[in-house]
Nanobody, 120 residues
Framework: QVQLGESGGGLVQPGGSLRLSCAASGMILSINAMGWYRQAPGKERELVVAVTSGGSTNYADSVKGRFTISRDNYKNTVYLQMNSLKPEDTAVYYC??????????????WGQGTLVTVSS
């Protein structure tokens, strides 16, 4: 079994910051891309940012310059630093990873989601 565990969501005022963490655990051989998606009420899930094992990133235009993804390959963990948060950033944030398990299966794994609420 392979799992993603997320933490760091919560309530923050507009202009504030939050840091999300996502750790992969289980029978992992390797991890390719890791990233964050979000789903706001009444909207479809959308990509926020992804990072490859080599460090290449792909940010949504709406978060460029405000959000920063980082990755610790030794800890199988990805972080999302969110600054200058806006009410429209309110959503459930999901971690996602492309993982090769020790029995050589290619898996797309999702976290359980963490709620981020930006409100005064």
């Amino acid at each position: 079994q392979v799992q993603l565990g997320e933490s760091g969501g919560g309530l923050v005022q507009p202009g504030g910051s939050l840091r999300l963490s996502c750790a992969a655990s289980g029978m992992i051989l390797s991890i390719n891309a890791m990233g964050w998606y979000r789903q706001a009420p009444g909207k479809e899930r959308e990509l926020v940012v992804a990072v490859t094992s080599g460090g290449s990133t792909n940010y949504a235009d709406s978060v460029k310059g405000r959000f920063t993804i980082s990755r610790d390959n030794y800890k199988n963990t990805v972080y999302l630093q969110m600054n200058s948060l806006k009410p429209e950033d309110t959503a459930v944030y999901y971690c996602n990873a492309e993982i090769v398990s020790r029995d050589y299966r290619s898996l797309e794994v999702w976290g359980q989601g963490t709620l981020v609420t930006v409100s005064s």
